[in-house]
């Protein structure tokens, strides 16, 4: 098994990221973006616990902490996930189609995997917008000294959420079950608002103690 | 020395990132979120170089290929520049303060390490809208089928330039001088401006073909 994105060094990974292999892509990124936006908020959580001041929220902030964590571990998984779903797609490209048996078989397997490779990045969004959420609490409760370290967790955590909700809809536009589309896309487009109100809030917070 | 910062491998920099020492910070973060920024860009214009459908942009791509790869290794050194920047901020508050001369010293020494640390991000923004500069063009020429990879660029890159403008902030709030605030305060506030409308205009661009 090849090395995994996430135990490259930085500097490998952007190479990687830079070169002529369409993989790893946005999506990866969209992850590792959400999964920085959590290990932000993770600092801001422990540079706020154990302070005098800060003894009134310390409990909910050990929560959010927990969280913060168990989230990070997810999107570090999705960064991999998602390189290798796009590889599964282009897996399905290169199966034979020298007779109708092998086109259908084909046809099928290209479009199990396209959805297997919405499901990705679509599961890339729903947890950074969890941490746009524990973004905006530690906005609000956390240290104030770090109120730009909680600023640009959500900054991240937002950007990671549209990033991945571009990789759901290009995913989509190849997949021919309208069902499963329609569902997705009316998903995405709430996620999608729903990001946006929720930054704007944290920017106000923010904006209040620059 | 310590380990570069960028030599870490991407879940040791989570880790050191997520712990309770206060650097790296969203400064770092904001440089990384650059460099991807550039990196992706990259990727697309090698994924547009050499095809054929793309032959009259070619020679422009590939000059975008080369000040991205430019600019990508700025933002690199500026990931730990600015940590750099923050500790020595740490260090001058720790000078002795016992006598007059002592606290001069000190007061002097704690501005110009404001000033500097300042000025890191301020650079880290300015490179970053370089990147969302190139994105822009990448969208518009590069090759269609990484569209989303060119809108992840752009808006990675504009989270790059509000997130370090975020941190020049900061560091603003702490120095006296007035002139030199007054002058950085106009100047992010026109990067800030010009970042929003040329990341909707690459939004644009992108929705065009999703």
């Known amino acids: 098994m090849n090395k995994k994105l996430v135990e490259m060094s930085i500097l490998e990974f952007l190479d990687e990221l830079g070169s002529d292999s369409p993989a790893p892509g946005g999506g ?13 908020g993770e600092m801001v959580c422990n540079l706020t616990i154990g302070k005098e001041k800060y003894a009134d929220v310390e409990d909910e902030i050990k929560n959010i902490l927990r969280d913060c964590k168990k989230i990070r571990e997810e999107l570090i998984k999705l960064v991999d996930k998602d390189t290798q779903a796009f590889n599964e797609v282009m897996k399905a490209f290169k199966l034979p189609k020298e007779n109708e048996e092998q086109i259908e078989i084909r046809r099928k397997a290209i479009q199990d995997a396209f959805k297997n490779a919405a499901l990705v990045p679509f599961e890339t969004a729903k947890k950074s917008f969890e941490v746009l959420k524990l973004a905006k609490i530690i906005a609000e409760k956390g240290n104030k000294n770090s109120i730009t370290d909680s600023g640009v967790s959500a900054l991240l955590a937002c950007s990671a959420v549209k990033a991945a909700i571009y990789n759901v809809r290009i995913y989509l536009s ?5 069902h499963f589309v329609n569902d997705l896309n009316s998903q995405i487009k709430k996620l999608e608002e729903e990001c946006e109100t929720l930054y704007r809030e944290t920017e106000e917070i923010v904006e209040k103690y620059l």
Chains 1, 2 share one sequence.
């Open 28 to 40: 990866s990124v969209a992850a590792l973006s959400g999964a920085l936006a959590a290990a932000l």
């Open 174 to 178: 190849s997949i021919k079950d309208e």
